[in-house]
């Protein structure tokens, strides 16, 4: 049996929340888990900091801490791929001051966009260091525990109905549901063996099915078989995370 699994929600660049939430948690040992969903950059102002922090992490902590890729760091690794302008330039997904963490400086503007040399790396994601790319690649799609299993977004669909365990989701097109899905019925039908995600906002899921604060939709949504921990860090909202098996939430506000 596992003992304690610690399930932290998207970080989006903030790394006080994150730091708030770790001084939370308690004494941790060697039997313990953290598990990161994903979504550690954009749209905050420390996203350098925060990937340096999480890689710091297990040489901080005896706990076991376990990375998962989120829909943003597959983002950029397309970008670093093949370029995707219609991601980058989007300024609610929080591209540019990812960019401004790692170069430590405000982007030089050419009227209301950067110059021509901070475009084209903005662009092209050339500002990351290898080794973060390296980091990135190499993020888990899913991890599973006794308590739960855990992925950035959710589960793909099953071809003859219901959602596939992630260890069967083979093809791109179902490992990319695991990051980039918003599904408003696998939240209010799927019944299977517990899943934790982030993601999709709680604002956006439905309060009335959450056993958890449901007149305050922004808490931690707790449905029958789904838990979604994205309560708007980086958005204006705030970091939560999730102790198992107690059930104990944390949040950073």
């Given at each position: ?13 903030e790394?006080?929340p994150?730091?708030?939430i770790?001084?939370?948690l308690?004494p941790?040992?060697a039997?313990?888990?953290?598990v990161?969903?994903?979504?550690y950059?954009d ?19 005896p706990?076991?801490?376990i ?7 597959d983002?950029?690794?397309?970008v670093?791929?093949?370029?995707w ?8 997904n929080?591209?540019?001051p990812?960019m401004?963490s ?9 009227g209301?966009m950067p110059?021509?040399?901070d475009?084209?790396?903005?662009l ?17 799609h899913?991890?599973?525990d ?9 589960l793909?669909?099953?071809p003859g ?8 989701a083979?093809d ?6 695991l ?6 019925e696998f939240v ?6 517990r899943?934790v ?6 604002t ?6 959450s056993?958890?604060t ?17 309560t708007?860090?980086?958005k204006?909202?705030?970091l939560?995370?999730?102790e198992?098996?107690?059930?104990r ?5």
């Amino acid at each position: 049996m596992s003992y304690r699994t610690f399930a932290i929600g998207d970080i989006h660049g903030e790394l006080p929340p994150l730091l708030r939430i770790l001084e939370r948690l308690p004494p941790l040992d060697a039997r313990d888990t953290i598990v990161f969903v994903g979504d550690y950059i954009d749209r905050g102002d420390h996203s350098k900091q925060v990937i340096d922090y999480v890689r710091r992490l297990p040489r901080r902590t005896p706990a076991k801490v376990i990375c998962l890729r989120g829909n943003h760091e597959d983002a950029w690794l397309r970008v670093l791929e093949k370029g995707w302008p219609e991601f980058v330039l989007v300024a609610t997904n929080g591209c540019r001051p990812t960019m401004e963490s790692f170069v430590g400086r405000q982007l030089s503007e050419d009227g209301d966009m950067p110059d021509a040399d901070d475009l084209r790396a903005l662009l092209t994601g050339t500002f990351f260091p290898p080794d973060v790319v390296e980091w990135m690649k190499n993020l888990l799609h899913f991890y599973e525990d006794d308590h739960a299993i855990y992925v950035h977004a959710g589960l793909p669909k099953a071809p003859g109905g219901g959602y596939l365990h992630p260890s069967q989701a083979e093809d791109p097109k179902a490992r990319a549901q695991l990051l980039w899905c918003r599904d408003k019925e696998f939240v209010k039908t799927y019944r299977g063996k517990r899943v934790v995600f982030g993601h999709t906002m709680t604002t956006c899921l439905p309060p009335e099915l959450s056993s958890y604060t449901p007149e305050d939709p922004g808490d931690i949504w707790i449905g029958h078989s789904v838990i979604g921990l994205d309560t708007g860090c980086g958005k204006g909202g705030f970091l939560t995370a999730i102790e198992f098996p107690s059930m104990r939430v944390y949040e950073s506000r």
